[in-house]
């Protein structure tokens, strides 16, 4: 089903979602619930709320015109029980944290998790929905669900319990576009329901640690974070507001240390880096951000390198305290005791956080968003430490104007860009892509969601476009846009992985579809002849209310060879 337009109603819109497959493994596709919610929406007299104790996260409250029978409030109540468990059980954390997540608000999965955990009660109704298992309005300050009746009879208490904080995620503010997007897996509505009903049905993945026992980790859409064999890039701590920077240790090196000012959060941040046995001399990355009232170089052990960071954080990073492990223990997948761990620096703040190489990986690289207060946000970049080629990397010119936020988002290392999905009207109003293995170990490894993504940025207006992903065997090497002061229009162009990456002669070119308006002039962007697309530099800024992709920077990698 297709997204229809939002409507209006003091100066929000209002939404539905409907569920059109098995709840297990369902979907969820975009209708419309129409009507301003009024004060005193219940339609009677709110004094004549009835309340049960069975609560989601305080509790399930029917108003007297609720429309629900009395076998239908205690399905739900149940329900909302179930839901709770779920939310609250640290299998969640692990199962949001260790999942790919549109980058729909910026806030990290922890955030999320605590606003979906908020003391408020939750209204319930319940109606003859028309093409609607359950409905919800966006952001709102408080909680109200519209079930089905149908769904309601039909339908399994985890199944019910998945669909509450799906709806309730709306009610938060975070949104989805239509089903036919490959975002739409990894939005935050329904991520949390995958993960709710994996919770409630014991379907875990083993997530192979490299320090403390393996971790069963909830089932969800997408692989989880760590499954690459030769790099991966972990979920995002903090929220991506400042610039964005990008750093890594030298080829042949590992994080084994974190370099850090403080003040009352960190300030700036950076690692030390020796060789893939914890051995040899000591180089630094780059420190991003500001001076703070304290720095701070915290080593690992020789023979140990750095395989994760905990700490707190919500719109800033506000703690951290890295994790080490023996660089042998690392090499043999050892899923031995936790290492010796890094002093903690910095200050209480926020949620609890936890980030973790895979087994046979340590932290390498670091991607950034510092601004003159605060480091925001960083995301870890985890390697295989037997890898020790360098991997070529070439920006192209940029397209449209550099205004507003500026976003660097990139495949993993190893991997490069397939496919491209977004929202288009006149203009470009959200941009992400998929990402396949690169054919650089003498064969190509076909794969979309489980290499990973680049995460949509942007905004909501226009329409979902999305299967714009290249002939199996192809990878992207390329872009066609129209651009003025924004961009315009966007159309992936592809080229056969294999030929592509040799200096041979003939690699015939597949065009994607086009997306966007007929503004501005045409441009193209093609990455040199064994390079391919892995990613951008991407400007978000308001236009007409809404935001919209302003300027795209092609980043352009070479498979290692």
Same mark, same amino acid.
């Not at 939404?15 to 596709?29: D, H, I, K, R």
């Not at 490959?182 to 875990?204: K, M």
């Not at 750095?306 to 951290?320: D, F, S």
């Not at 192809?474 to 229009?489: C, E, F, I, K, P």
């Given at each position: 089903?297709?997204?229809?337009?939002?409507v209006?109603?003091?100066g929000?819109?209002?939404?539905? +979602?409907?569920?059109?497959?098995?709840?297990? #493994?369902?979907?969820?596709? !975009?209708?419309?619930?129409?009507?301003?919610?009024?004060?005193?929406?219940?339609?009677?007299?709110?004094?004549?709320?009835?309340?049960?104790t069975?609560?989601?996260?305080?509790?399930?409250?029917?108003? #007297?015109?609720?429309?629900?029978?009395?076998?239908?409030?205690?399905?739900?109540?149940?329900?909302?029980?179930?839901?709770?468990?779920t /939310?609250?059980?640290?299998?969640?954390?692990?199962?949001?944290?260790?999942?790919?997540?549109?980058?729909?608000?910026?806030?990290s999965?922890?955030?999320?998790?605590?606003?979906?955990?908020?003391?408020?009660?939750?209204?319930?109704? !319940?109606?003859?929905?028309?093409?609607?298992?359950?409905?919800?309005?966006?952001?709102?300050?408080?909680?109200? =669900? $519209?079930?089905?009746?149908?769904?309601?009879?039909?339908?399994?208490?985890?199944?019910?319990?998945?669909?509450?904080?799906?709806?309730?995620?709306?009610?938060?503010?975070?949104?989805?576009?239509?089903?036919?997007?490959?975002?739409?897996?990894?939005?935050?509505?329904?991520q949390?329901?995958?993960?709710? +009903?994996? =919770?409630?049905?014991?379907?875990?993945?083993?997530?192979?640690?490299?320090? &403390?026992?393996?971790?069963?980790? %909830?089932?969800?859409?997408?692989?989880?974070?760590?499954?690459l %064999?030769?790099?991966?890039?972990?979920?995002?701590?903090?929220?991506?507001?400042?610039? %964005?920077?990008?750093?890594?240790?030298p080829?042949?090196?590992?994080?084994?240390?974190?370099?850090?000012?403080?003040?009352?959060?960190?300030?700036?941040?950076?690692?030390?880096?020796?060789?893939?046995?914890g051995?040899?001399?000591?180089?630094?990355? $780059?420190?991003?951000?500001?001076?703070?009232?304290?720095?701070?170089?915290?080593? !690992?052990?020789?023979?140990?390198? /750095?395989? &994760?960071?905990?700490?707190?954080?919500?719109?800033?990073?506000?703690?951290?305290?890295?994790?080490?492990?023996s660089?042998?223990? =690392?090499?043999?997948?050892?899923?031995?005791?936790?290492? %010796?761990?890094?002093p903690?620096?910095?200050?209480?703040?926020?949620?609890?956080?936890?980030?973790?190489?895979?087994?046979?990986?340590?932290?390498?690289?670091?991607?950034?968003?510092?601004?003159?207060?605060?480091?925001?946000?960083?995301? =870890?970049?985890?390697?295989?430490?037997?890898?020790?080629?360098?991997?070529?990397?070439?920006?192209?010119?940029?397209?449209?104007?550099?205004? &507003?936020?500026?976003?660097?988002?990139?495949?993993?290392?190893?991997?490069?860009?397939?496919?491209i999905f977004?929202?288009?009207?006149?203009?470009?109003?959200?941009?992400?892509?998929?990402?396949?293995?690169?054919?650089?170990?003498?064969?190509?490894?076909?794969?979309? +969601?489980?290499?990973?993504?680049?995460?949509?940025?942007?905004?909501?207006?226009?329409?979902?476009?999305?299967?714009?992903?290249?002939?199996?065997?192809?990878?992207?090497?390329?872009? $066609?846009?129209r651009?003025?002061?924004?961009?315009?229009?966007?159309?992936?162009?592809?080229?056969?992985?294999?030929?592509?990456?040799?200096?041979?002669?003939?690699?015939?070119?597949?065009?994607?579809?086009?997306?966007?308006?007929?503004?501005?002039?045409?441009?193209?962007?093609?990455?040199?002849?064994?390079?391919?697309?892995?990613?951008?530099?991407?400007?978000?800024?308001?236009?007409? &209310?809404?935001?919209?992709?302003?300027?795209?920077?092609?980043? !352009?990698i070479?498979?290692?060879?």
């Amino acid at each position: 089903m297709s997204k229809k337009n939002g409507v209006k109603a003091s100066g929000r819109a209002l939404f539905g +979602w409907t569920l059109t497959a098995a709840l297990g #493994a369902g979907t969820v596709s !975009c209708a419309v619930e129409t009507g301003e919610l009024l004060e005193g929406e219940f339609g009677g007299d709110e004094s004549a709320l009835e309340t049960r104790t069975q609560a989601f996260k305080g509790v399930m409250t029917f108003a #007297a015109d609720s429309g629900c029978s009395a076998t239908e409030r205690t399905v739900i109540n149940s329900a909302a029980t179930e839901a709770l468990s779920t /939310l609250t059980s640290p299998l969640m954390v692990a199962c949001m944290a260790n999942h790919g997540l549109s980058a729909d608000s910026g806030d990290s999965a922890e955030v999320i998790l605590q606003h979906m955990r908020e003391n408020l009660s939750t209204r319930a109704f !319940c109606a003859d929905l028309v093409g609607s298992l359950a409905e919800a309005p966006l952001d709102i300050t408080y909680e109200k =669900i $519209t079930f089905d009746r149908d769904f309601l009879e039909a339908s399994s208490v985890d199944s019910i319990a998945a669909v509450i904080l799906h709806e309730v995620a709306h009610n938060k503010g975070y949104i989805h576009g239509g089903i036919a997007s490959n975002e739409f897996g990894h939005t935050v509505p329904e991520q949390l329901r995958a993960c709710s +009903w994996s =919770i409630s049905n014991a379907d875990y993945e083993i997530f192979r640690g490299v320090a &403390g026992p393996s971790l069963d980790v %909830p089932v969800a859409n997408g692989a989880f974070t760590g499954h690459l %064999p030769v790099a991966n890039l972990l979920s995002p701590v903090g929220r991506p507001e400042g610039t %964005p920077y990008d750093d890594a240790c030298p080829t042949g090196t590992f994080a084994a240390g974190l370099s850090v000012d403080v003040s009352t959060g960190i300030t700036k941040m950076g690692f030390a880096c020796r060789n893939s046995d914890g051995t040899g001399a000591i180089t630094y990355t $780059t420190e991003r951000g500001v001076d703070g009232q304290s720095s701070f170089t915290d080593l !690992c052990a020789d023979g140990e390198l /750095l395989v &994760g960071i905990q700490g707190k954080a919500q719109g800033r990073v506000g703690q951290v305290r890295g994790e080490c492990l023996s660089a042998n223990l =690392i090499r043999n997948i050892n899923s031995a005791d936790a290492g %010796p761990t890094l002093p903690t620096r910095g200050t209480d703040g926020g949620p609890d956080y936890f980030r973790r190489c895979a087994g046979g990986q340590a932290v390498r690289g670091i991607k950034t968003y510092a601004d003159s207060s605060f480091v925001r946000s960083f995301t =870890i970049a985890c390697e295989d430490t037997d890898e020790t080629r360098s991997q070529t990397v070439t920006t192209l010119p940029t397209v449209g104007s550099l205004s &507003g936020q500026k976003y660097r988002d990139r495949c993993a290392r190893g991997t490069a860009m397939s496919g491209i999905f977004g929202r288009s009207g006149a203009g470009v109003d959200r941009l992400g892509g998929t990402c396949v293995e690169t054919p650089d170990r003498g064969s190509y490894v076909e794969a979309t +969601w489980p290499a990973g993504m680049v995460p949509g940025r942007g905004g909501w207006g226009g329409t979902d476009w999305s299967g714009e992903e290249c002939p199996s065997g192809q990878a992207l090497v390329g872009l $066609t846009l129209r651009a003025s002061a924004r961009v315009d229009a966007v159309r992936g162009v592809c080229a056969n992985a294999v030929d592509w990456s040799t200096d041979g002669a003939g690699a015939p070119l597949t065009y994607l579809d086009s997306h966007g308006g007929s503004s501005g002039g045409v441009m193209e962007r093609m990455c040199p002849r064994a390079f391919f697309l892995a990613g951008w530099d991407v400007w978000i800024d308001q236009h007409n &209310g809404t935001d919209r992709v302003f300027g795209l920077r092609p980043l !352009c990698i070479k498979p290692e060879q």
